[in-house]
């Protein structure tokens, strides 16, 4: 009899262990109460519950057997999401940049200027590009970038590392440059669709910027599912893919760079996912695919 009840013990431990591995993390289930969000009640988030309804109409029919990269990464307990507050850019504001721009140019450019919030506008010059002269090399490029950035007060420190785009083989003349991107990042964490641009062509000179950088107000702290949760979902077929899959039923293949960022849902809100890039066999596609973090229980009620 003692054996019998030892062997059972046996069991459940293993049994528990197993769980906790695949969860990939050793912490309890997180609350949803409260008390994540220093005491205060957490307001729903009606954003969320629409793109999952979207999310399970769309992709309820994939099934996808991936392998992960193991060990999974760990998730903190919670999260901050964002609501995000539009302010208008008046017509003076654009001109004061124009101006500074044109300080920084010889000669003076005419500048178009797009957008009417602080979050988005736009400036393209519309004087043909310098002619005979080389374009800058990578690291020019971003040191004009960010010079112009700085110099114009549109130069944010919430940037990662800038990417460079090479675009001087285009055959639209007017296009040709060395694209210098700054993405936002919060908390160390990388938000795509929040950017500035610089187009930079030949002779050093400022073709174009691109401003896309959201006013946020932080509405609280989530709780956030883990990655072993994220990996069930995703396997289960729910996520929002960046293209279509190219076949029906299951699909095999491999998810790399699981990790957590930012993502903006709807016009109004910014809040943590669990992205990754799914690579199926002999390159039948690889797409992106995004799964919201915050915890399912925690969004409450759409009002």
Request: aromatic content about 8%; charged content about 25%; some cysteine.
């Amino acid at each position: 009899m003692k054996t019998s009840v030892a062997f059972l013990m046996f069991l459940v431990m293993i049994c528990a262990f197993a769980a906790i591995l695949d969860c990939g993390c050793s912490t309890p289930r997180h609350n949803t109460d409260a008390s994540a969000n220093g005491g205060q009640a957490l307001p729903p988030l009606p954003e969320l519950q629409a793109d999952e309804a979207e999310e399970d109409y769309r992709y309820s029919a994939w099934e996808l057997d991936l392998t992960w990269p193991q060990p999974l990464p760990k998730a903190p307990a919670t999260m901050a999401v964002y609501r995000i507050v539009e302010q208008q850019r008046n017509a003076v504001d654009l001109l004061q940049i124009e101006e500074k721009l044109n300080g920084l140019e010889v000669p003076a450019a005419s500048w178009l200027a797009e957008g009417k919030t602080a979050s988005y506008h736009s400036l393209r010059r519309q004087d043909p590009p310098l002619a005979g002269q080389p374009f800058p090399d990578q690291e020019q490029a971003i040191a004009i970038a960010r010079k112009c950035l700085q110099a114009t007060n549109l130069w944010r420190d919430e940037v990662g590392r800038p990417m460079v785009c090479n675009n001087t083989y285009s055959m639209d003349v007017r296009s040709a440059a060395m694209g210098v991107w700054f993405f936002r990042q919060i908390d160390g964490r990388d938000l795509p669709s929040a950017r500035i641009s610089v187009q930079v062509g030949r002779g050093g000179q400022v073709r174009e910027i691109l401003f896309q950088w959201p006013q946020l107000e932080k509405i609280g702290d989530y709780p956030i599912i883990t990655a072993g949760e994220a990996k069930h979902a995703v396997n289960a077929g729910r996520g929002r893919f960046s293209e279509g899959l190219e076949e029906c039923g299951t699909v095999t293949g491999e998810a790399r760079k699981l990790e957590l960022a930012y993502r903006q849902y709807g016009a109004s809100l910014v809040a943590p996912a669990w992205t990754r890039r799914v690579v199926a066999p002999k390159g039948k596609f690889d797409v992106g695919c995004d799964l919201p973090a915050v915890d399912r229980d925690a969004w409450g009620p759409v009002r």
